[in-house]
Nanobody, 115 residues
Framework: QVQLVESGGGLVQAGGSLRLSCVAS????????MGWYRQAPGKQRESVAT???????NYADSVKGRFTISKGNAKNTMYLQMSSLKPEDTAVYYC?????????WGQGTQVTVSS
């Protein structure tokens, strides 16, 4: 059973930084891709950043230059370094992993940016 666990969310002032972590356990196979998504109240879930097995990355325009996605040394671990945070970054952030033909989601971690 694959499980994804996020950590690192919290409350931060505008302009501050946070680092999110995601660990996908229960799979002997490396993920094809992993990513971070977020959902703000009353809005649809949106892609924030993704990283492929080869290390190729993609970012939403709204976070380019401020957020950095990376893979950890351990299999199926991933980070999101968030800097210059804005109140509009407030959302629940979800970790996503695509392993073989299945997609897995974490429970989410709350990020709140105060103005």
């Amino acid at each position: 059973q694959v499980q994804l666990v996020e950590s690192g969310g919290g409350l931060v002032q505008a302009g501050g930084s946070l680092r999110l972590s995601c660990v996908a356990s229960g799979s002997a196979i490396s993920a094809n891709a992993m990513g971070w998504y977020r959902q703000a109240p009353g809005k649809q879930r949106e892609s924030v950043a993704t990283i492929s097995r080869s290390g190729s990355t993609n970012y939403a325009d709204s976070v380019k230059g401020r957020f950095t996605i990376s893979k950890g040394n351990a299999k199926n671990t991933m980070y999101l370094q968030m800097s210059s945070l804005k109140p509009e970054d407030t959302a629940v952030y979800y970790c996503n992993a695509q392993i073989l033909y299945a997609t897995y989601w974490g429970q989410g971690t709350q990020v709140t940016v105060s103005s």
